[in-house]
C-alpha cells in the first residue's frame, strides 16, 4: 500500500484539479486537531493520491497539526508499513496472485496511462513527461495502477520507468509476470587492471570532406591539404578586418583560415532520429548535434543494428571538449539551423542544455539510454586524449563494461580573433609540422569517436578490433617556463609512464603520432622529448630500425580539445594500413630537428611520402 498526500498551491490547476480526490473545508471548520485526525485516518489503511486542499488552511494552523505531532505521524505510518509487509508475506517477496495475464494487464497500464494524456494512443518509447504528464499526473497515474492491480507502486514510478513500456514492465515484475531476466551485479565480472582495451567502433567529421574512417585514410595517405577560408555562413573576414581597424590588419588576417567543416555537414542534423523535438534541436549548439551523429555512427560501427538494446547497459561516455560551447554558440544562433527547423526568436531552457559541454555528455548516455560513467573532460588540447584515458581506467576497474569516447571543436569569430591577437596562429593559415617554415598553428574542428571494450570480451563476441590500447598516463608540465610554454622533462616523464603501463619497451614502437602543432617552440621541445625516450642523436639502441614521427595537424590544422581524437584515428588507420603517413605541409626540416633525424645521426625519421610498416607495425 502507498499514500501520497499533495497540498497544491492553486485550486483547479494541474492535473490534480481534474482527477485528484479533492477533500475541501474550510479553516475554521478543520481546526489542527482535523488535520492530524484526518491524516492519521487516511494513512490508516489507504493506497492512492489524495489532493488535500482546504480552502483558506493558514500556516500557524497546518504549523500546529503536523509539527508538533510529527513523530506521531510518522509512527503511525511505519506502522502501517510494517503491517503492509507482513501482509504481503516480507518486505522481498513479490505477490503473483493476479487476475491479470500479461496481455490484459499491458492492456490495463496503457489504458490508464492514456486516459491521464487525454489520448487513445502512447508512442511506448516515449518519454511520458515529454508528452504531457507533469509530476502531479505522474502521482496520479502510480495510484491508479496501485489501485488496479492491487500492489504497492510508488509515486516515482514514473521517474524511474519514464516510458510507456517500461513503466509496463515494472508491473508486470511487480505482479511476477515479467520473463524478462534483471541484470545483478557480477562481483567476479571485475575487469583486471591488466587487461587490454579494444577499439571496436569508430567514426569521424573532420575537414577535407572526411566523414569516415575512409575517407580520412584517403586524406593522410594522399597529402590531402583540408584547410579553407572561412564562408560568409561563419563570419565574413573583410568586414571583421575593417570593423577591428586597419592598425591590425595584418594579423587579423589570420582570421580567415581555418581547417573547417563544410556548411553541409554541420548543418545537417536529423533529430527525429534521437527523438528531439524541432524547437529544442534549433537550441542545440552544433557541437552537441555532431556529438550525437557521431556517436551514432561509431556505435553502428561495432556491429550492433538495433541501439535500443544498448539501453540499460553500463557503457559509459566520456566526450572531450573545452568551454561551454560559448564561442561556436554565436555560429548556432546566427547561421547553423537545421534547413527543416522554423526559425524562432527568444531564449528558452533548451538554450541553456544546448550550449553546456556538461550536457554534451549526459545527453548521449540519455538518449542512448546508458547507464555507465558520464563525463565531459576539459583539458584543453588534450581533452579528448585524458577522456580516452579515463575510459579506459573505467572500463579496467569494472565500473563500465564498455565506453564510447569522443572530442569535439567547432570554430567560432571570437576564438579566432584571441590566437591571432595572440600570436598563436600561422599568417598562411597552415601547420607547417617539423619545418624549417613553422610559424604557428592554423585553427581547425571536427568531430571523432570510437567505441571500446575489454579485449577479452571483443574477442569471445568476434567483433571487428581496429586497434588495442595497450596503455596510457595522464600528467601536467608543472611549474614550465610559463602557464603556456611546453616542459621537455615532463613530457618524457609522461611517454616513460605510458610505456610502463602499456608494458612496452621503447625500442617496439616504430611509429608515433605526434602533437606537431607547427610552431617554433613546440616541435623542437617535443622532438627532443620523443628522442630522448625512444632513441636519438647518437643512440644505439635504434640502430636496426628508426621511429618514424608523422602528426595529422598538417592535413586539418589543430583541432584543439579534438585534436588527440583525430591523432588517434590517423595512427589507428596507419596500423590497419601497416602504413606510416607523410607530414603533409613537410618540405625543409627544421633545422632544430636534423640532429635527431636518421640523416643527422639520430633514430627518428619525419617521413614526407607514405612509408610501409611491412610486419613491424602491430
Known amino acids: 500500500c502507498g499514500l501520497s498526500i499533495q497540498w497544491p498551491a492553486i485550486l483547479g490547476v494541474g492535473m490534480a484539479a481534474a482527477n485528484g480526490n479533492v477533500v475541501e473545508d474550510d479553516a475554521t471548520s478543520m481546526d489542527h486537531t482535523g488535520v492530524r485526525s484526518l491524516l492519521l485516518q487516511l494513512l490508516s489503511d489507504v493506497t492512492g493520491v489524495v489532493t488535500l486542499f482546504p480552502r483558506a488552511l493558514s500556516n500557524s494552523v497546518l504549523d500546529a497539526a503536523v509539527g508538533s505531532q510529527f513523530n506521531e505521524v510518522l509512527s503511525r505510518a511505519k506502522k502501517v508499513e510494517r503491517g503492509n509487509q507482513l501482509r504481503a508475506g516480507g518486505k522481498n517477496k513479490k505477490r503473483v496472485v493476479t487476475e491479470f495475464s500479461v496481455d490484459s494487464a499491458t492492456s490495463k497500464v496503457l489504458e490508464l496511462t492514456a486516459s491521464l494524456l487525454n489520448t487513445v494512443t502512447v508512442d511506448g518509447d516515449a518519454q511520458l513527461l515529454d508528452i504531457g504528464m507533469d509530476s502531479i499526473g505522474a502521482g496520479e497515474l502510480s495510484s491508479r495502477l496501485a489501485m488496479t492491480f492491487r500492489v504497492r507502486v510508488l509515486p516515482t514510478a514514473v521517474f524511474n520507468y519514464p516510458t510507456l513500456n517500461d513503466l509496463t514492465g515494472h508491473v508486470l515484475d511487480l505482479l511476477g509476470l515479467s520473463t524478462e531476466v534483471k541484470d545483478s551485479m557480477d562481483y567476479n565480472a571485475i575487469g583486471s587492471i591488466d587487461e587490454d582495451v579494444a577499439i571496436v567502433g569508430m567514426a569521424c567529421r573532420y575537414p577535407g570532406d572526411a566523414n569516415s574512417p575512409s575517407d580520412l585514410w584517403n586524406m593522410v595517405s594522399g597529402k590531402v591539404d583540408g584547410i579553407s577560408t572561412a564562408t560568409l555562413n561563419r563570419w565574413d573576414s573583410d568586414a571583421v578586418i575593417a570593423q577591428l581597424g586597419s592598425d591590425n590588419s595584418e594579423v587579423l588576417d589570420r582570421i580567415r583560415f581555418g581547417g573547417f567543416l563544410s556548411d553541409r555537414v554541420v548543418e545537417s542534423f536529423d ?196 586497434a588495442v590500447v595497450k596503455g596510457s598516463a595522464v600528467m601536467s608540465d608543472g611549474r614550465s617556463a610559463s602557464l603556456t610554454a611546453p616542459n621537455g622533462l615532463a613530457q618524457q616523464a609522461l611517454m616513460r609512464s605510458a610505456l610502463k603501463d602499456s608494458g612496452l619497451h621503447p625500442d617496439s614502437v616504430d611509429f608515433l603520432e605526434s602533437h606537431g602543432t607547427g610552431t617554433l617552440l613546440g616541435d623542437p621541445v617535443e622532438v627532443e622529448a620523443i628522442a630522448s625516450v625512444y632513441g636519438g642523436s647518437g643512440s644505439s639502441q635504434r640502430s636496426n630500425h628508426p621511429m618514424y614521427v608523422s602528426g ?41 630537428l636534423h640532429g635527431f633525424s636518421v640523416a643527422g645521426g639520430g633514430s627518428l625519421e619525419f617521413p614526407d611520402s607514405c612509408v610501409s610498416l611491412g610486419n613491424s607495425g602491430d
Open 271 to 466: 533529430a527525429t532520429l534521437f527523438n528531439i523535438s524541432e524547437v529544442e534541436a534549433q537550441r542545440m549548439d552544433p557541437s552537441q548535434r555532431l556529438l550525437l551523429t557521431v556517436c551514432r555512427e561509431a556505435l553502428l560501427d561495432t556491429g550492433v543494428t538495433d541501439l535500443a538494446t544498448l539501453r540499460g547497459s553500463k557503457m559509459g561516455v566520456y566526450v572531450g571538449a573545452s568551454g561551454n560551447f560559448c564561442d561556436s554558440t554565436v555560429v548556432a544562433a546566427q547561421s547553423y539551423v537545421p534547413t527543416n527547423v522554423a526559425n524562432s526568436t527568444g531564449s528558452s531552457i533548451y538554450s541553456m542544455t544546448g550550449a553546456s559541454t556538461a550536457v554534451a555528455a549526459g545527453r548521449i548516455s540519455y538518449v542512448f539510454g546508458l547507464q555507465g560513467p558520464c563525463q565531459t573532460v576539459d583539458t584543453a588540447c588534450s581533452s579528448s586524449l585524458v577522456a580516452l584515458h579515463n575510459a579506459c581506467s573505467a572500463i579496467k576497474l569494472g565500473e563500465c563494461s564498455q565506453s564510447i569516447v569522443c572530442g569535439v571543436n567547432l570554430l567560432g569569430l571570437q576564438g579566432s580573433i584571441g590566437c591571432a591577437y595572440g600570436g598563436l596562429t600561422s599568417a598562411d593559415g597552415k601547420c607547417h609540422t617539423f619545418d624549417e617554415g613553422a610559424n604557428g598553428y592554423c585553427r581547425g574542428e571536427g568531430c571523432g569517436a570510437v567505441v571500446l571494450k575489454r579485449l577479452s570480451d571483443a574477442i569471445r563476441d568476434k567483433d571487428e578490433i581496429h
Open 552 to 592: 595529422v595537424k598538417g592535413n586539418m590544422g589543430h583541432l584543439e580539445a579534438a585534436a588527440g581524437m583525430a591523432g588517434l584515428l590517423s595512427a589507428i588507420l596507419s596500423l590497419k594500413h601497416q602504413t606510416v603517413v607523410p607530414n603533409a605541409q613537410l618540405v625543409h626540416l627544421n633545422k632544430k
